[in-house]
Nanobody
Framework: QVQLKESGGKLVQAGGSVKLSCVAS????????MGWFRQAPGNEREFVAS????????YSADSVKGRFIISTDNSKNTQYLQMNDLRPDDTAVYYC????????????????WGQGTQVTVSP
């Protein structure tokens, strides 16, 4: 199993940038596919981006392509989500996620969740 803890969420003005971090503990970080989801009040949890366990393939939602960048630092068991050109509709709780499978594209792929970190984008 793996434990996930996100950090870095904050209030930011539209057009600004935020970088989220997710530290994994327990089993080796590289054992899992890793990714990010978000959930705004009243909405379903939404896929944001992910990094496959084998091959280093990156997936991202259409709504964030060109603005959000996922990356990993295996030496620190950490994944990051660099969010640029933020918009008010990016406001959500952002969740780190891990899968025992090869990749993540939906909530059904996720085996482990972090506790979430709030990102609020003001107009």
């Amino acid at each position: 199993q793996v434990q996930l803890k996100e950090s870095g969420g904050k209030l930011v003005q539209a057009g600004g940038s935020v970088k989220l971090s997710c530290v994994a503990s327990g089993r080796t970080f590289s054992t899992y596919a890793m990714g990010w989801f978000r959930q705004a009040p009243g909405n379903e949890r939404e896929f944001v981006a992910s990094y496959s366990r084998i091959g280093g393939r990156i997936y991202s939602a259409d709504s964030v392509k060109g603005r959000f960048i996922i990356s990993t630092d295996n030496s620190k068991n950490t994944q990051y989500l660099q969010m640029n050109d933020l918009r008010p509709d990016d406001t959500a709780v952002y969740y780190c996620a891990a899968s025992r499978g090869y990749n993540i594209t939906s909530t059904q792929d996720v085996n482990y969740w972090g506790q979430g970190t709030q990102v609020t984008v003001s107009p």
